[in-house]
Nanobody, 115 residues
Framework: QVHLVESGGGSVQAGESLRLSCAASGIIVRNNAMGWYRQAPGHQRELVAR???????DYEYDAKGRFTISRDSAKNTVYLQMNSLKPEDTAVYYC?????????WGQGTQVTVSS
């Protein structure tokens, strides 16, 4: 059974940073394309960043240049380093494989950015 547990969210001021973690069990993150997704109130869940099995990465929206996705194979964990946070980054952040599988969604971690 696959479990993806997100952590690291919090409330910060605009311009500050957070690092999110996604601890995986039941899958091996280096053998899967993994993504970070977010869902803001009243909006659909959207892809923010993904890391392929090759280690290549891809970013959506204006995350490029501010966010960095990475993985630690030894810890079977995927990270999202978020710098220069903006109020519009406020959302619940989730990890999943890419493309996502519906039973793999976890509880997510809340990120709140105030101006």
């Amino acid at each position: 059974q696959v479990h993806l547990v997100e952590s690291g969210g919090g409330s910060v001021q605009a311009g500050e940073s957070l690092r999110l973690s996604c601890a995986a069990s039941g899958i091996i993150v280096r053998n899967n394309a993994m993504g970070w997704y977010r869902q803001a109130p009243g909006h659909q869940r959207e892809l923010v960043a993904r890391i392929f099995t090759s280690g290549n990465t891809d970013y959506e929206y204006d995350a490029k240049g501010r966010f960095t996705i990475s993985r630690d194979s030894a810890k079977n964990t995927v990270y999202l380093q978020m710098n220069s946070l903006k109020p519009e980054d406020t959302a619940v952040y989730y990890c999943n494989i890419n493309p996502p599988y519906y039973t793999y969604w976890g509880q997510g971690t809340q990120v709140t950015v105030s101006s």
